[in-house]
């Protein structure tokens, strides 16, 4: 075959250092989320949609050939991190944890997704973080030792 194709669409979830609320301001919040979807789209990853509250993100987009997971999420930090802290210079101590989760996705499942992301505000009045990403560990079969998972 002499194109090299695919379709790996990929929901991340990553937090706040410590997961402190530094996304709290509504717009920050969404502006940042914009900031993500760009920098994802930028790199070949279209992002499909970015939602969140005040201190974590989900990201539903597909990856693309040319980058690896590893290397797609490294740059969503980075750059959004380096963005927050030039725009907000009051944010100068804002971070993101150290890991990410990333969780397959099927074409079947796009829409579901989708709506979850987007409802993350009202989820998160039931949910808090901690045991949400638990629930998608376990859910995706993800072996995991607690004691390396938060920072």
Known sequence: ??????????????????????LSDRE??????????????????????V????????????QARTITLADWIKELKRA?????????????AFSWQAGYGAFSVSQSQ??????????QEEHHKKVDFVSEFKQFLERHQVPYDERYVWD
Not at 34 to 43: E, H, I, W
Not at 51 to 62: K, R
Not at 110 to 119: E, L, N, P, W
């Open 1 to 22: 075959m002499p194109q090299s194709l695919s379709s790996v669409l990929v929901h991340i979830i990553f937090s706040t250092k410590e997961r402190r609320p530094f």
């Open 28 to 49: 920050t919040r969404l502006r940042l989320h914009q900031q993500l979807g760009g920098t994802s789209n930028a790199l070949d990853c279209q992002s499909l949609i």
């Open 51 to 62: 939602g969140g509250v005040a201190d974590h993100i989900h990201l539903l987009g597909v």
């Open 80 to 92: 959004t991190s380096h963005w927050i802290k030039e725009e907000y210079p009051e944010q100068r």
């Open 110 to 119: 796009v829409a579901s997704v989708r709506k979850y992301i987007h409802d």
